[in-house]
């Protein structure tokens, strides 16, 4: 096991710069997700804590150990690729087994943990078999395999899951999952899927354009984001955000309006500026209402589209103002096309950001830490 630190990491591919400055310590025993949209530098990232990128700048660190000149395979670090890279013509138990012969590991050593790695992912009955004769998920298990034979001070996993369908990928998630209770080793994780990211990590990286939009536990990025980005990235439906104009601050309370004319009020920890300020609120924090309710926080448009997912129903409602919002509804939901809907948010519920896309609302306590 292993704590990994980040010191103003920095990668240019020539001229371009793709890593912009990066800082992080993953503490031993984490599973940290890096996550964000493609192109946001999460593989290069990866791949210079594995080695197989320089670092352009600035410290990679494993126990306090400066690792920017080992070669890869001294790094003490075993990777899964999304790809499996596999040997096809070796067999399950030959795939497994080949890195402890390379580094010539006795052979009962190699057969204990071989067979030990392949009860932990249920592959014991499929060491003879080769590579073509395995599913998807089977291939990436024994993948996965090659990896804990080696004991690694820290897993990194680059999209594992992304070549598997849906209903695989749910069940290797939760493989995963037990995978890291079980070993208690450091993971790095790879995807560009924030449910993924949400359900997986206990730290989660949120990049963008080479940089670290936030780094925090899932809840706390899902329930107080520092920016837009990480607002519209993590949660599905996305967040909705509609254009407000401040009309009030009184007593750490803004009151904003939209184009429409709902006005709401938030807890803000600064007052906000009248630029481009943008009001939040997920689509599972707003209520339907009663038609003939009004007042404060209520927003009243017309159903567009009815998107019925059996346990809940997205309504996608025009308002007046053309906006559009999402707002999750109850499974049974009666609402058809063309129906007049009337949502209020949650008390509490939502959040402000200023004219760069701070989120600007009043943090809770435990946030701030
Ligand atoms: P992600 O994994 O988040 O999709 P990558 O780390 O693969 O993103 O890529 C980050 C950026 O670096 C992208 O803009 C990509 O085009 C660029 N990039 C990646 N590898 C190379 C390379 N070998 N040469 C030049 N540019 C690269």
């Known amino acids: 096991m292993a704590r990994l630190e980040l010191d103003g990491v920095v990668k240019h591919y020539g001229r371009t710069e793709v890593i912009r400055g990066v800082d992080l310590t993953v503490e031993d025993g984490a599973f940290c997700v890096f996550v964000g949209p493609s192109g946001c530098g999460k593989s290069t990232l990866l791949r210079m804590i594995a080695g197989l990128e320089d670092i352009t700048d600035g410290e990679a660190l494993i126990d306090g150990e400066r690792i920017n000149e080992r070669g890869p395979a001294d790094r003490g670090l075993a990777m899964v690729f999304q790809t499996y890279a596999l040997y096809p013509h070796k067999t399950v138990y030959g795939n497994m087994a080949f890195a402890l012969r390379h580094a010539g590991v006795a052979k009962a050593v190699i057969d204990r943990?071989?067979?030990?790695?392949?009860?932990?992912?249920?592959?014991?009955g499929l060491l003879e078999r080769y590579p073509r004769q395995l599913s998807g998920g089977q291939?990436?298990?024994?993948?996965i395999g090659r990896a804990i034979?080696?004991?690694?001070?820290?897993f990194l996993f680059d999209e594992p899951l992304s070549n598997l369908d849906a209903a695989l990928r749910v069940q290797m998630r939760v493989e995963?999952?037990?995978?890291?209770?079980?070993?208690?080793?450091?993971?790095?994780?790879?995807?560009?899927?924030?449910?993924?990211?949400?359900?997986?990590?206990?730290?989660?990286?949120?990049?963008?354009?080479?940089?670290?939009?936030q780094v925090g536990a899932p809840m706390q990025l899902y329930q107080?984001?520092?920016n837009l980005f990480v607002a519209r990235f993590i949660g599905s439906p996305t967040m909705n955000v509609l254009p407000v104009t401040p009309v009030g601050l009184e007593g750490g309370v803004a009151r904003v309006r939209t184009a429409a004319g709902t006005a709401v009020e938030v807890p803000v920890a600064e007052a906000v500026t009248a630029e481009?300020?943008?009001?939040?609120?997920?689509?599972?924090?707003?209520?339907?209402?009663?038609?003939?309710?009004?007042?404060?926080?209520?927003?009243?448009?017309?159903?567009?589209?009815?998107?019925?997912?059996?346990?809940e129903t997205l309504l996608h409602v025009a308002l007046g103002d053309d906006a559009i919002?999402?707002?999750?509804a109850a499974g049974g939901s009666a609402h058809r096309v063309g129906d007049p809907v009337v949502v209020a948010p949650e008390d509490g519920a939502g959040h402000l950001f200023d004219g760069t896309g701070r989120c600007v609302d009043r943090l809770m306590p435990a946030a701030r830490a």
């Open 139 to 143: 291939r990436q298990r024994v993948a």
């Open 325 to 328: 919002i999402v707002v999750k």
């Open 224 to 226: 107080h984001p520092a």
């Open 113 to 124: 943990q071989v067979r030990d790695a392949a009860a932990i992912l249920g592959l014991d």
């Open 149 to 154: 034979v080696r004991n690694p001070r820290i």
């Open 276 to 311: 481009n300020t943008q009001f939040g609120v997920r689509p599972e924090q707003l209520r339907v209402l009663d038609a003939d309710v009004d007042g404060d926080g209520v927003f009243r448009g017309v159903a567009q589209v009815v998107e019925r997912l059996g346990g």
């Open 176 to 213: 995963i999952l037990r995978l890291h209770q079980r070993l208690g080793t450091t993971m790095i994780y790879v995807t560009h899927d924030q449910v993924e990211a949400m359900t997986l990590a206990d730290k989660i990286v949120v990049l963008n354009g080479g940089r670290i939009e």
